[in-house]
Every structure is written in C-alpha cells, then in structure tokens.
C-alpha cells in the first residue's frame, strides 16, 4: 500500500508564526506535491517537486515556500502565518508523470 | 487552458438506488482522467483512472465511469449505492507538462437518505 504521512491531522497556529507541515513518503515517488482545499473550490495546488532540491510554483504559491532536502520528505513553509490561510493541506506523491497522485490524510490548519 | 467541471455541488440518493455522478473536462489532447473519493476528514482515495483503451472503466467499491471523447464527460455511476459511499467525490484531468499536474474539479458531495 502506498503510504504518505502528514506530520500532524490538526494544528493551531496565531497570526505571523512561521508553520511548518511536513510530509514524508516511503515509496521512492519521484514527484511529491501539496494542495489546499477549501469548501467550494476543491483542490488548489501550492507547490509541488519532482526531485530533491527541485520545486515549481503551483497556482497558488504566495504566501508559501517549500523544502525538498530528501527524496521522501517535502515540507510546507507558511513564512508569516495569516487567518487567510486557514485551511485542510493535502500531500500527495506520484510515482512518475501522468500516473495517479496519492494523497495522505491532510492536516487542517487553523491561523488565530 | 485545461479545466474540470462537476456541474452537482452535492447530491442525495436513496440506499440502494443508482448513482451517476457528471463530470466534463476541457483538454485539447487525449486526457489521462480519474475519481477520487474524500470521506470526512481524510485525503483523497483513487476510485478509477482512465489512461486509454476501453471506454468503461471499471473502479474498486463497485464504482465504474465511461469515458465520452464527443462528449468530453467522463460520469462516474454505481448500480446501488451504500450508505459507505456518503462522500465527496472529485474528478481530475491529468496535464502534460514537465511535472505532471493534475487539475481537480470542484467535487460533488453524495449523501445517502436511509
């Protein structure tokens, strides 16, 4: 079974934190990827990365950064934490272009 | 530019009736397409996936979609539903790119009436 593991299912966070979110595949894919979802407007994708130290800007990157330092761990970097990104964060992996993503069990976020 | 269209924000059908679930994508080649499904509070599960082949394609949990070039739909359907399949349920568009996006409708929620 593919596994992808999202460090936390629930985080609390104020205003102007630097937040981190992290995901960590066992699978060796290639290409890892993070999302938010909100009610309405399905799945926006942040970020995502097809090889260590390699990231492209997805639809919606500002306010984001990211970090791919290893092959199976590809984390999220809210620099300076604002109520308008609270939101459900989805991790996904692809083995490799055009195959299916996985996704883990997201953690939603919630910026005070 | 590439797009996915779940016309039904949320749907409710009794136990045991069929379900169709519409979905129509914008693409100009041949498109790599799937479903998903979300329970509540949980990430998103591959239902099917339609690469090439035969048109009707059949899914894990009994789910099977139809694949309609003419059409550009791609509608997920289920015989007789179970009160299990209460979820949100998402079509995606796989894009051809360096990096292999994957564009994701809007979804459609399913409830189950008893």
């Known amino acids: 079974d593919v596994k992808v593991t999202q460090s936390s299912r629930y985080l609390v966070k104020r205003t102007g934190e630097k937040v981190f979110l992290e995901c960590v595949q066992d699978m060796d894919h290639e290409n890892m990827f993070w999302y938010r979802q909100d009610p309405g407007l399905g799945l926006r994708l942040i970020y995502f990365s097809y090889d260590v130290k390699m990231k492209e800007k997805g639809d919606i990157p500002e306010g984001y950064s990211v970090s791919r330092e290893k092959k199976e761990r590809f984390s999220l970097i809210l620099e300076s934490a604002s109520t308008n990104q609270t939101s459900m964060y989805l991790c996904a992996i692809q083995k490799v272009d055009n195959q299916p993503q996985h996704f883990g069990d997201g953690t939603r976020l919630s910026i005070l | 530019a590439q797009s996915v269209t779940q016309p039904d924000i949320h749907i409710t059908v009794s136990e045991g009736a069929s379900l169709e679930l519409r979905c129509n994508y914008s693409?100009?080649?041949?498109?790599?397409l799937f479903w998903y499904v979300q329970s509540p509070g949980q990430g998103l599960q591959l239902l099917l996936k339609?690469?090439?082949?035969?048109?009707l394609v059949q899914g894990i949990k009994g789910f099977e979609a139809e694949f309609k070039r003419s059409q550009s739909s791609f509608n997920l359907r289920k015989p007789s539903v179970h009160w299990s399949d209460a979820a949100e349920y998402f079509c995606?568009?796989?894009?051809?790119?360096?990096?292999?996006?994957?564009?994701f409708g809007s979804g459609t929620r399913l409830s189950i009436r008893p």
């Open positions: 339609y690469f090439s082949g035969d048109t």
């Open positions: 693409y100009g080649a041949t498109p790599y």
């Open positions: 995606a568009v796989g894009v051809y790119s360096s990096a292999s996006k994957i564009i």
